[in-house]
Each structure stands twice: as structure tokens, then as C-alpha cells.
């Protein structure tokens, strides 16, 4: 598969994002995206700063894995998924706290659905 990409669309890729008003905009690579340039050894050209196209240092012309390069960026979508995990591995590990606490008490069964009404 790399090598077909690579056939493909050469050695270089060019990534950029146009902001509303019409200027380029800053254009580094999301986490996921950023992973497959990677593996597949792209050198990659990408704006690093908002509307300054005309400022040659603003560029990041490179291997995203040679030292310089731009931090990757998450999108809001990989922000949401990844909060959603952390919330979720949390709300597990509370769970599995609560089953060990309810089991240190003498609740030998197991399960602690007990309430404590009269």
C-alpha cells in the first residue's frame, strides 16, 4: 500500500486549509493524518501560522518525523472521542473500586446492590 500511494501521489504532499475570509490558514496535520504521512514517508509542505503565506518561515517544508517539525493538532472530533474514553475508562475503574469496597465489607455474593433503607 505504500508504495502504491507514494507511485501515486510522489514523494511530496502539500496540505492546506483556507479560512473564510480567503487567506490560507494554518494547515499542520491532525494526529491521525499526521500518522499515515508518516508511515508512509511523505515530506510534507503545510503553513504553521494563520494568513502569513507571504512569510517564507511560516512554512514547514520536512518529514514529520525530522526534529523541527510542527506539533500535530486534534480535531475537535479526536478531542471529543478521546474525552469520551478517558470518562468512560473512569466511570470503569470507579465501578470496579465500588465492587471491591462492597466485597471488603463481607458481602461475600459479589454484587453489592444493597441500599441501605430500614
Do not use: Y
Amino acid at each position: 500500500m505504500v508504495n502504491w500511494v507514494r507511485r501515486k501521489i510522489g514523494p511530496d504532499i502539500v496540505v492546506w486549509r483556507m479560512l473564510g475570509n480567503g487567506e490560507l490558514g494554518c494547515s499542520t496535520p491532525c494526529v491521525l493524518c499526521a500518522r499515515e504521512l508518516a508511515r508512509f514517508d511523505l515530506r510534507v509542505h503545510c503553513l504553521v501560522a494563520n494568513g502569513a503565506q507571504e512569510d517564507p518561515s511560516a512554512w514547514f517544508s520536512g518529514r514529520l518525523t525530522d526534529a523541527g517539525a510542527p506539533t500535530c493538532k486534534m480535531t475537535s472530533r479526536q478531542k471529543l472521542q478521546i474525552c469520551r474514553k478517558e470518562v468512560k475508562a473512569a466511570e470503569r475503574a470507579q465501578a470496579r473500586a465500588e465492587r471491591a469496597q462492597g466485597r471488603g465489607k463481607g458481602g461475600g455474593s459479589g454484587s453489592s446492590s444493597c441500599s441501605d433503607s430500614d
